[in-house]
């Protein structure tokens, strides 16, 4: 099995840093495009950013600027740089990733979620 485990989360004051760490385990053959997701009390779960296995990374409009996405193949992790943190940035963030256990053997998975709070 794979599983997905985030941490790094917390509370933090507005214009502040948070780095979320996702790193994925298991019976895992390779890893492809990785993914952030967050949502807040009462919206809809969003792409915050995502990173193929090159590294080409894409950044969702209202994150664009402030956070960074990265990854370390070897240890089948990601990182979420979160800089200049706003109140509305406040939600759950998520780890999503395309994993194969083999060759021709590939699903989705999600870890469980990190809490992220801004606020004063």
């Known amino acids: 099995q794979v599983q997905l485990v985030e941490s790094g989360g917390g509370l933090v004051q507005p214009g502040g840093s948070l780095t979320l760490t996702c790193a994925a385990s298991g019976s895992i053959s390779s890893v492809r495009s990785m993914y952030w997701y967050r949502q807040a009390p009462g919206k809809q779960r969003e792409l915050v950013a995502s990173i193929t296995a090159g590294g080409q990374t894409k950044y969702g409009v209202s994150v664009n600027g402030r956070f960074t996405i990265s990854r370390n193949n070897a240890k089948n992790t990601i990182y979420l740089q979160m800089n200049s943190l706003k109140p509305e940035d406040t939600a759950v963030y998520y780890c999503?990733?395309?994993?194969?256990?083999?060759?021709?053997?590939?699903?989705?998975?999600w870890g469980q979620g990190t809490q992220v709070t801004v606020s004063s």
């Open positions: 999503n990733a395309n994993v194969y256990t083999s060759y021709y053997d590939g699903d989705n998975y």
